[in-house]
């Protein structure tokens, strides 16, 4: 690493250390008795490794329990499926579900050659230990995902249907670089390792946040058909379908707030809550009312396997057109955002 290189990187470590610190004193000074901050006014947003996955105000760490119905609303989960029940896209085994692995600013990166021309080219840091969806000899028109998070830089990479060719070279359909603590969104018209060009992660189901008793932003899920169409946050569509009763990528939709959870399991409860306040993107194509988490022995098959009687007509989609501010940004409106 070059002297400037490595001046700037210990800058940028330095100043997510004072963030941290300021955050980690705020909460102290709350509980030995000062004013706290409402759950709407939260100042922090979740995190992964020490890192934030991005700032408080992006539009997957606001919730959408107060927001209008969309008037496709009832089109929409009738094209997904109204009896169909949501089915939790991750478990025990390591093959079932998205894995996330966690590196440093000592991995090496490798050469990456790509099927599409709006990935985000360049090396990436993978390790010789990388986690694959669907494990390393997953097949080859899989998904095949990785998702790497850099601790120390607080970046987020993301690779989509990926082939190791050698110790020094890989190959993938698709590719992107995130900075973690920033609202930047892709270029309009740009995929993703997702359809709809959003990052997978912060949809993703972690059984630490469900232990811990909260989850505080939107999750992931796919459906069979959708439209020709995206509409914010989302970037890209994937479909050649114009009609307006399809979804288009990026609507979101919630659990309707009179649906009872209290039969559930705290786990499940914890997701349900979830999907009551922050709701679910809709991220790509796929099975109806697909949830996406990560692999996690810790996980309980059986109790996850009891979201499937949460059906389709216990969702409803919102509307979120007036959050958006800037044109390529996640950022919430704070104006709108009352």
């Known amino acids: 690493m070059s002297s400037d290189r490595l001046e700037a990187f210990e800058l940028h470590t330095l100043r997510r250390w004072m963030v941290r610190a300021a955050v980690l004193t705020l909460g102290l000074a709350a509980g030995q008795g000062c004013a706290q901050t409402a759950p709407a006014a939260q100042t922090t947003g979740p995190q992964i490794a020490g890192c934030a996955i991005f700032p408080a105000d992006n539009v997957w760490n606001i919730p959408i329990d107060k927001l209008p119905l969309d008037p496709h609303s009832a089109d929409y989960v009738a094209s997904i499926g109204v009896d169909k029940g949501l089915h939790p896209d991750f478990g025990v085994d390591p093959t079932n579900g998205i894995p996330i692995t966690l590196i440093d600013a000592h991995t090496r990166y490798i050469k990456v050659t790509f099927e599409y021309d709006d990935s985000d080219f360049g090396n990436y840091p993978i390790p010789p230990n990388a986690l694959i969806e669907g494990g390393a000899n997953a097949p080859a028109d899989s998904d095949r995902h990785i998702l790497l998070v850099d601790k120390d830089r607080c970046m987020l990479m993301e690779l989509y249907s990926v082939k190791r060719l050698s110790d020094t070279a890989w190959k993938a359909g698709a590719g992107i670089k995130m ?160």
């Open 179 to 338: 900075d973690l603590e920033s609202n930047a969104l892709r270029q309009d018209g740009k995929t993703s390792a997702d359809a709809a060009g959003l990052p997978i992660l912060p949809g993703l189901v972690r059984y630490d946040e469900v232990a811990a008793g909260e989850i505080r932003h939107a999750l992931r899920f796919t459906a069979p058909k959708t439209q020709q169409a995206y509409i914010w946050p989302a970037r890209h569509q994937a479909s050649r379908n114009t009609s307006t009763k399809l979804p288009p990528l990026g609507v979101r939709f919630r659990l309707r707030a009179n649906f009872d959870i209290s039969n559930f399991s705290k786990t499940d409860q914890v997701i349900l809550t979830a999907l009551k306040h922050y709701g679910m993107f809709l991220a790509d194509n796929g099975s109806a009312w697909f949830l996406s988490g990560a692999p996690d022995t810790r996980w309980n098959d059986d109790d996850l396997h009891q979201l499937l009687n949460v059906k389709g007509s216990d969702f409803e989609a919102v509307d979120e057109s007036n959050w958006q501010y800037l044109p390529d940004s996640a950022r919430v409106d704070p104006v709108e955002n009352k």
